[in-house]
């Protein structure tokens, strides 16, 4: 297991973080996602631990709360010592019947990190994440809000999730402009067959200094290998009772047939070479995996030892790559000479 660092922090997380979406689920969307009991979690948090994992993700909303108290349960029933583990949760999903009680409001942040230490049973957070954009908030109110969880030792690191670039970017100057806590990291979506944030995200982050926290990288269960073209549809799978993050399928598809022949010579599986795919993009910090079954667990923490050559990295970047749009295509045409340019000074230097 290798250890990266988070943002510009001098905080190093394991490359592999524990979800927690499959803890507790019960009812609505949750039931499809995992209905895990406090003794599976324990389990499984057990043996990520033993495995060099450092990290758990988890979220206010999932199983309505439940996932956050299972995970705090666990951690105290097996003992983990609080320096062992960086735990990050989230806020900004529905948690109450109040009008107020969703959002990225100073209101909500301040109730919502009370519930989630309580919840997790523990006197700080290493990484608290508003999990999504809220248009009705002024940026600059989160910003206040989050800063204040910082300096009263609530908090030890804020990020964000699901954001676009330019809403990042804004945050970050105005952070800056007040001499608040900045986001170090952004959790997002990205598979081998959903790479669209290396548009405009993938640049910011490495603009920024930002680290990057894979969400879903096995696209809801479809580049996990158990599925082809002919069978998709047919079979009692996740996806097909709640069909999420939309994928391209044909894409994803061609890019499954690619991995099998790849798994195949190793005598791994599929998502083991879909999983080190992205353990192989620099943007990447950490790839949350989650897991229903001690053996996925261990079939996704084994890809850490999975090296892809560079002729099957540059085969599955062609499969999966994104059409040209603009302006990403000019910038690249008009950004060619000072390209070169700039390279050719590395070289001179050398």
């Known amino acids: 297991m290798r250890y990266n660092q988070l943002g510009r922090t001098g905080l190093f997380v394991s490359e592999l973080c524990l979800g927690t979406m499959t803890f507790g689920g019960n009812d609505g969307i949750w039931q499809h996602i995992g209905d895990l009991q406090q003794a599976d979690a324990e389990r499984l948090i057990g043996r990520a631990l033993d495995a060099g994992i450092n990290f758990i993700d988890t979220a206010d909303v999932y199983a309505n709360g439940a996932a956050e108290q ?21 806020v900004f999903g529905q948690t109450g019947e109040s009008v107020n009680a969703r959002g990225a409001s100073r209101f909500h942040i301040m109730d919502g990190i009370k519930a989630s230490l309580k919840r997790l049973q523990l006197d700080h957070i290493d990484l608290y994440q508003i999990h999504g954009f809220d248009p009705a908030t002024p940026i600059e109110e989160t910003v206040r809000a989050l800063d204040t969880l910082v300096q009263h030792g609530h908090v030890r690191y804020v990020g964000v999730s699901n954001w676009a670039a330019w809403q990042i970017v804004k945050a970050l100057g105005i952070a800056e402009r007040l001499g608040c806590a900045r986001f170090e990291s ?6 081998v067959a959903g790479r669209d944030l290396e548009r405009e995200l993938v640049p910011m982050l490495h603009s920024e200094g930002l680290g990057l926290m894979v969400w879903s990288p096995l696209a809801g269960g479809l580049l996990s290998g158990k599925y082809t073209r002919e069978q998709h549809g047919e079979q009692d799978s ?51 995996v989650g897991a229903k079954k001690i053996e996925q667990l261990d079939d996704n923490i084994a890809a850490t030892k999975v090296q892809l050559t560079a002729e099957e990295l540059s ?20 950004g060619e000479y000072r390209r070169g340019q700039l390279a050719g000074t590395r070289h001179a230097a050398r």
């Open 70 to 90: 299972m995970t705090g349960q666990a951690l105290k029933n097996l003992k983990v010592s609080r320096d062992s583990v960086v735990v990050a949760t989230k």
């Open 186 to 191: 952004l959790q997002a979506y990205y598979t």
């Open 238 to 288: 996740r996806r097909n009772k709640f069909d999420f993050p939309p994928v391209d399928q044909a894409r994803a598809y061609t890019c499954v047939d690619a991995m099998r022949v790849m798994a195949t010579a190793r005598s791994v599986s599929v998502a083991q070479i879909a999983l080190a795919w992205l353990l192989h993009q620099r943007a990447v910090t950490t790839v949350i």
């Open 315 to 334: 085969q599955l970047d062609e499969l999966s790559k994104l059409p040209p749009e603009y302006p990403g295509w000019m910038l690249e045409r008009q």
